[in-house]
Every structure is written in structure tokens, then in C-alpha cells.
């Protein structure tokens, strides 16, 4: 079997066409969805990241700020930042992108945050109300895979057994509540378990959350089961690559997700529909 993709790349263009169309729809209300992008310091793929979310913003006809701070800014100074954009009415998602320096308590900034712009879905508010079942918004990436596999028919997953590789506070955990709370079976694996394979061998899904090459292989996945790959990573061409051995595992697998152009551009995507939804809210 060779597994089908599922292109990150197309079912973004056709989320963010909605996004445009909503985006449109608020116009007459005077409202334009504005997103706040702060960056601190000048890591190189934290750049690359930022201006690769403006420039969705852009497409999308969002309103958005990219706030650029030199490494030595105070996190008072940054906190202070985050109070300002909370109280501004033209900004509807703040996003300050992690990580920080050293010397700011990335916690402490996330949680100054409110939680009604919180269109990372980093919050405790946030994290907790997907916890529960409650309405907030929620972590992209994770949120991303989950319209990736309801766009291969699996919104549903009673029935299904789910594997997440990886316990990040950013994809792991949340990816773990957004199938349970899509019904599936799930079992979240990490460094501590015992025997992957095992556990692996039984998923019709799996996510894998490492940011580690070949954390998953063929000899790891059950014939027709979907695979997606939230891994970012460099072989040693240099050429990106994600946690999942793709020419392997695409011959076992039925769905699989390619690096690049799977999970990534869907990440972005899902920041889009965050913060076209706190606009739409603040709208209503
Ligand atoms: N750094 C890497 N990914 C992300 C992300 O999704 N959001 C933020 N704020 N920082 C990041």
C-alpha cells in the first residue's frame, strides 16, 4: 500500500479562503480581525516564523503588528507591552512567540496574556477549557491535525485507537484532549514508555510530537493507518524533515502528512481562525 497524502498546503488555502470571506463579512461592521506578534531577540527561525504569520494575516486581510524588541528588554517592559494590547480595541490575538530569553519567565507572559486574545491557546484558561470540554480557544498546531483528519472523513473517532508521540504542553497534551474529545481511544507515549512499538502497532492514528527524526517507522505502524507528522527537523543534507521515517512508513500507512507542507502551514492556518474568531466575538 502506498498511503495518500494529506496536503496541509491545499486544505489551508481553502481554510484561509473562509478566513478571507468571514474577514470581509465583519467590514460593514467597521471591525478588521487585528493580530499583535511580538518578538524578543533575534532568533533566526523566530523570525522567519513571525513574518511567515504577517504575511498570512496580510493575505487574509487581517490588521496585524509585529512588534520587534531587542533581546534585553525587561519582562516588566514586556508585560507591560502585553497589558497595552490587551486594552486595545483594534487587536483581537496577541501572540508573543517563544522562546524568550533567558531572563523572561515565559509562563509569566503567557499568563499576562488575556485569555479572550489568547489565539496561541498557551493560557491556563485556555488549556483548562479545552480540558473540560469548555469553549477557549485552542492550541493550532494540535487543532491543525484535527482538521486534517476531518478532512479525510475522520471527525468522528469512536472506534479508533489514537497514539500521540510526545507530551509538550504545546502539542502532546492538547492533541491528547482534542481526540478524546473526538472520541477516540487514546494512549499518549513518550520517553518514559516502556515499548513505543507496541503501543504504536495498535493505532489507526498516529500523532507524532517529538522533534526527533525516525521516531516513528514502518515497522511501526499498522497497515492503513493514518500518520501525521508535527516534526520539524534537519537530516543531515539539511533538508527538513519531520519525526516520521515518510518513505518508509508512506508504504504501511494509509494517510500520511508530508514535512514540509503538512502540519506546518497549518499551524498558521488555525492562528488565522483564532483570531478570526475573537473578532467575530468581540462582533457579535
Ligand atoms: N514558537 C514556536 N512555535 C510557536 C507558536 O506556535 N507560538 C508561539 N507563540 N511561539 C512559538
Known amino acids: 500500500m502506498t498511503a495518500t497524502l494529506i496536503d496541509g498546503v491545499a486544505l489551508s488555502k481553502q481554510l484561509r479562503t473562509e478566513v478571507a ?28 516564523y513571525v513574518r511567515n504569520k504577517v504575511k498570512a494575516c496580510e493575505d487574509v486581510g487581517f490588521h ?7 533581546a534585553t528588554m525587561s519582562e516588566a517592559e514586556l508585560l507591560a507591552r502585553v497589558e497595552a494590547l490587551n486594552n486595545d480595541p483594534s487587536i483581537h490575538g496577541i501572540l508573543v512567540q517563544l522562546p524568550l530569553p533567558d531572563h523572561i519567565d515565559d509562563h509569566k507572559v ?16 485556555s488549556a483548562g477549557a479545552l480540558m473540560v470540554g469548555e469553549a477557549g480557544f485552542k492550541a493550532c498546531t494540535p487543532y491543525g491535525c484535527m482538521k486534517m483528519l476531518e ?34 481511544t487514546v494512549t499518549v507515549c513518550h520517553s518514559g514508555t516502556a515499548d513505543l512499538a507496541a503501543m504504536t502497532r495498535q493505532a489507526d492514528v498516529v500523532v507524532a510530537a517529538v522533534g526527533k527524526r525516525n521516531v516513528l517507522t514502518a515497522d511501526m505502524v ?32 494509509g494517510w ?3 514535512v514540509p507542507g503538512g502540519v506546518g502551514p497549518m499551524t498558521i492556518t488555525m492562528l488565522l481562525v483564532n483570531t478570526m474568531e475573537s473578532a467575530e466575538r468581540v462582533a457579535a
Open 110 to 125: 503567557i499568563e499576562a496574556i488575556s485569555p479572550l486574545k489568547d489565539v496561541d491557546g498557551f493560557h491556563v484558561a
Open 222 to 253: 499498522k497497515s492503513g493507518a493514518v500518520v501525521i507528522d508535527v516534526g520539524m527537523n534537519r537530516n543531515d543534507e539539511g533538508k527538513l524533515c519531520g519525526d516520521v521515517d515518510f518513505d518508509g512508513v508512506r508504504e504501511v500507512a
Open 21 to 48: 470571506q468571514r474577514a470581509a463579512a465583519l467590514a460593514p461592521k467597521g471591525i478588521k480581525p487585528g493580530l499583535a506578534v511580538i518578538l524578543v531577540g533575534d532568533n533566526p527561525a523566530s523570525q522567519v
Open 64 to 70: 496585524s503588528v509585529l512588534e520587534k524588541y531587542e
Open 256 to 258: 500520511i502528512t508530508p
Open 151 to 184: 478532512s479525510i472523513g475522520m471527525k468522528d473517532l469512536r472506534g479508533k485507537h489514537a497514539v500521540v508521540i510526545g507530551r509538550s504542553n504545546i502539542v502532546g497534551k492538547p492533541m491528547a484532549l482534542m481526540l478524546l474529545q473526538a472520541n477516540a
